[in-house]
């Protein structure tokens, strides 16, 4: 029995290795082909404008969540074919600034992606990964990345409270079986909520404000949820003679132009609480050192 099982189970795993083999090779594919287009019909511009033509460049992809956590150990994933809200605004951020390049390619995009991904661009371990957003607005403040103009727009002190990680590990792949993770993880969150250097615009004061609010900035959508600081992000955008925004959306299932205002949207969900206002910084690569 032994001497015909081996064979059989060795085909079995040559087969499954195959066959994965063939999906990544298909996916990274259809990623080249994906960037290859919308480099061809890109202008180039200003980070800032730049961001507005891909978040419409992206619309009608699907939502999916969870894209970051499929592999065992951390490494920099690239999926112009799916996406969350994060890292639809994580692309369309990348992509415009590698449009700045002389010569932009992939290459370029992967090191734009982990610089603004990873906690000072680093990749080490899955907690080197920027989880909650108010911890990405502060490492991505800190590298020029973006400008946190909140405060200046009018907004009130927000003090993150985070905890939602370390609280319901069990949901997340790469910790519910590592309790040292889970502290390195706890470790963040204290320092998150030590800062207490955030401003928010309180949801009734948004309309206030909004003529402020400029097409291509980010949006982040501060929220009254437990252990959590702000439950989802999009891109600005004037549309129809209204403020709007473009975000990969859960209940839609894929990237849209929201059909209600900026307002509206925050209004009619319960937990939101208000919004935190990015804006794309200006860029010139050939003063980074790489």
């Not at 800190?142 to 103009?149: L, R, Y």
Request: hydrophobic share 35%.
């Amino acid at each position: 029995m032994k001497t015909t099982k081996l064979p059989f189970i060795l085909t079995l795993f040559l087969l499954f290795s195959e066959n994965l083999t063939a999906q990544v090779s298909s996916d990274w594919n259809q990623d080249l082909e994906i960037l290859g287009k919308f480099l061809q019909s890109a202008p180039r511009s200003t980070v800032d404008s730049s961001v507005v033509h891909t978040a419409l460049f992206f619309l009608n992809t699907p939502y999916v969540a969870h894209t970051l956590d499929t592999l065992d150990t951390e490494d920099l994933i690239i999926n112009f074919r799916e996406m969350d809200c994060l890292t639809f605004v994580e692309n369309c951020l990348a992509l415009s600034r590698t449009l700045q390049h002389p010569n932009p390619d992939m290459d370029c995009f992967e090191r734009e992606l982990r610089l603004i991904r990873y906690r000072d661009g680093i990749i080490n371990s899955y907690t080197s990964r920027l989880h909650y957003t108010s911890d990405w607005i502060f490492d991505n403040v800190k590298k020029g990345v973006v400008e946190d103009i909140t405060h200046a727009l009018g907004g009130k002190k927000f003090k993150p409270n985070v905890s939602f990680m370390s609280e319901n590990y069990p949901k997340y792949k790469h910790l519910k079986d590592n309790p040292e993770t889970v502290k390195e993880i706890e470790t963040i969150e204290q320092e998150i909520n030590r800062r207490g250097n955030y401003y928010f615009i309180p949801k009734q004061d948004i309309s206030a404000h909004q003529a402020q609010i400029k097409s291509g900035d980010i949006v982040c959508f501060t929220t009254s949820i437990a252990g959590l600081d702000i439950s989802h992000v999009g891109i600005a955008y004037r549309h129809k003679g209204q403020l709007t925004f473009i975000h990969a959306s859960s209940t839609a299932k894929k990237v849209i132009i929201n059909p209600e205002s900026l307002t509206d949207y925050c209004n009619k969900i319960k937990s939101n609480t208000g919004v935190i206002v990015l804006h794309p910084s200006s860029y010139n690569p050939d003063n980074i050192d790489e």
